[in-house]
Each structure stands twice: as structure tokens, then as C-alpha cells.
């Protein structure tokens, strides 16, 4: 795969798991992800990061915020420029906030936003330029993004906006309705759909895809080590596969497979 040239703008650059149980969680993906974890001595409450194979950081991991009413969730964070110009923005084109701007030294300044349809998301000014080149997600990344809504069609038109994502391919899955694409210039790192029936009270929400080299074993560990899964293990077009589940305190996450070269 040929390493494309970074932009900051709509890049995702971070993914969190806030849950209930963080030791437990710790001890979970890293028996299923393969993860290495150590603690973030930067963080002024207590602060998790996991590493995939040669030290790279790729997630973290804290308690719950009290207060917070929602259920243990995993939230990416996407790269902007500035911070505030991004929040106007969002504002404007119908989505909101759901947290004050956090500001962490050597990191960077945050904030938890919304979509017009209320899935949640966070935007990020990082307090360095330095960036790892763009390029194909390794094993133990997030590979995938994707967003499950109750209008994708002005989801994509809105994310578009907000970070120039480019709209792809859209794939007709029958009952199911239609699945809408997106890429960053290295290559395809989403997509889009309306909810099904089945999850009707299910809040819309983005499910992170991470990487694993055999998704037969994969789903062999979430059952072994307390999670459920719920949905899959699938083939999807291409030849790759992906399994959706939940982990033991609640938190969906989906795991993908490259097709066998």
C-alpha cells in the first residue's frame, strides 16, 4: 500500500473506550486484540493507553465520567486544524455539543461533539504537528469506521462538511437498505447506514473496527475471555471478514480481517 500524504483535517487519530470497569476491560482486549497497555503518566485521573506491536499507541482507556449517562462506548477522536473553527461549523450545519473543550498538555485541545442525529464523536487540535504517515491499518488498528443512523444520506452529506470526507462506493443490501462508503485519500476507511428495525432504541453511534490476523480465533477469545458476540463472524465484498460484538461491561466493537493475500 502506498503511504499518502497526511492531512490533519478528518483524519482519525484516536479511539477510547470509557467504560465501567477498567481493569477488567484492560485485561479483556488485551487477550482479545493482542494489545500491550501502560498507563498514561500525563492524565490528571487515571488513564490507560494500549499499543499494538512495536509500541504503537492506537486507543486508550478511562473510567466512566460521572454523571455520564450512557452505557460503556468506544469514541474516536478526528484530527481538525483548529478547534474552534470546527465547533462553529458543526454548530452551524445542525449537530452540538456534548462536553466542554478538554485540555490536555502535550496532547491537545478536544471536545466531544454531536451529529445531526445525535451519534457521538470527538474532534481534536493536536498540540503537535508530528504525525505517523497515513497508510493501511495494521493489525491491532482501527481498520474501519462505521456509522449506524437514522438518515445516512445526510450523515455522509454532513461529514463530508465537517471533514472532507469523499463518498465512495454504495452498496444495495436488500431489506437492510443501502450502505454508504467513504475514504481519506490513502483508501476507504468507512461507511454509512440507516439502523435496522432490530435496533430501533438503539441510539445512532459509530462502531470501530480494529484489526485482527484471524477472526475465527478472534471470536474464539471475546467468548473465552466474556464477551458476546452479536453479529457475524461475515464475509463481506472484497473477501475480508468482520464479526461484531460486546464486551463483558457492554461496549459494542467489531473486529476485522483482511482477506488472505
Known amino acids: 500500500m502506498a503511504t499518502a500524504v497526511s492531512r490533519l483535517l478528518g483524519r482519525p487519530v484516536w479511539y477510547e473506550l470509557m467504560t465501567t470497569d477498567t481493569a477488567a476491560a484492560e485485561m479483556f482486549y488485551k487477550n482479545v486484540v493482542g494489545w500491550t497497555s501502560a498507563?498514561?503518566?500525563?492524565?490528571?485521573?487515571?488513564?490507560?493507553?494500549?499499543?499494538?506491536?512495536?509500541?504503537?499507541?492506537v486507543a486508550g482507556l478511562m473510567s466512566r465520567p460521572a454523571g455520564m449517562n450512557m452505557p460503556p462506548f468506544w469514541a474516536m477522536y478526528v484530527g481538525v486544524p483548529k478547534l474552534e473553527d470546527a465547533v462553529t461549523q458543526i454548530k452551524r450545519l445542525g449537530g452540538g455539543e456534548l462536553s466542554p473543550v478538554i485540555d490536555v498538555p502535550t496532547?491537545?485541545?478536544?471536545?466531544?461533539?454531536?451529529?445531526?442525529?445525535?451519534?457521538?464523536?470527538?474532534?481534536?487540535?493536536?498540540s503537535s504537528n508530528e504525525e505517523r504517515p497515513e497508510t493501511a491499518p495494521e493489525v491491532g488498528e482501527a481498520s474501519w469506521h462505521e456509522l449506524m443512523t437514522t438518515d445516512a444520506p445526510a450523515a455522509m452529506k454532513f461529514y463530508s462538511q465537517i471533514f472532507q470526507w469523499q463518498p465512495s462506493e454504495t452498496m444495495d443490501m436488500g431489506p437492510l437498505g443501502k450502505y454508504y462508503m467513504f475514504n481519506r485519500p490513502h483508501g476507504m476507511i468507512g461507511g454509512m447506514m440507516n439502523k435496522p428495525p432490530a435496533m430501533a432504541q438503539v441510539p445512532p453511534h459509530?462502531?470501530?473496527?480494529?484489526r485482527v490476523p484471524d477472526i475465527n480465533a478472534a471470536v474464539e477469545r471475546v467468548k473465552k475471555n466474556g464477551g458476546n458476540i452479536l453479529n457475524g463472524p461475515m464475509e463481506v465484498p472484497g473477501g475480508d471478514w468482520v464479526v461484531n460484538a460486546m464486551d463483558p461491561q457492554g461496549a459494542a466493537f467489531s473486529l476485522h480481517t483482511k482477506k488472505a493475500q
Do not use: L, N
Open 107 to 126: 496532547v491537545g485541545r478536544m471536545q466531544m461533539m454531536k451529529d445531526p442525529q445525535g451519534a457521538a464523536f470527538y474532534i481534536i487540535q493536536p
Open 206 to 210: 459509530w462502531m470501530i473496527y480494529f
Open 39 to 57: 498507563p498514561f503518566e500525563g492524565s490528571p485521573t487515571p488513564y490507560t493507553v494500549f499499543k499494538r506491536g512495536g509500541q504503537v499507541q
